[in-house]
């Protein structure tokens, strides 16, 4: 804890909210919650979510510190992807009950906090 005052968040909170979608996703693809006309049903706006999320994912990891950075990325397109049917670990996936698999989040987060305990000391 006495290094927590040290760490700084490596992105812009603000900047990745829904913002990004709002700005780039088109009026008729947006949900209404994202001031859009809430038209488009899933099927049809995955295709145009996944690209926006992939330009999403990329722009963040620029962000991120470059030791932590394939890490964090790979645990926002788990953690975050568009698409339902493949959002979550993909090893707690393939278990019965356990469909995101929370806990691997957690772990990958631990180990991503001893590292940075590590590299804050470099």
């Known amino acids: 804890m006495a290094y927590l005052h040290k760490i700084s968040l490596p992105f812009k909170l603000i900047y990745y909210s829904p913002q990004f979608y709002i700005k780039n996703l088109s009026e008729e693809i947006r949900p209404r919650l994202w001031q859009g006309l809430g038209n488009s049903d899933y099927s049809t706006t995955l295709p145009v979510l996944t690209s926006t999320f992939s330009s999403f994912v990329a722009d963040m990891t620029r962000d991120f510190p470059s030791w932590a950075s394939e890490e964090l990325s ?9 698409d339902y049917l493949v959002r979550g670990d993909p090893d707690a996936r393939r278990r019965v009950g356990s469909p995101i698999g929370i806990e691997a989040f957690v772990s990958r987060f631990d180990r991503l906090s001893k590292r940075a305990m590590i590299e804050i000391r470099r």
């Not at 790979?74 to 568009?82: D, M, R």
Request: charged fraction near 0%.
């Open 74 to 82: 790979q645990i926002v397109i788990n953690a975050c992807n568009p």
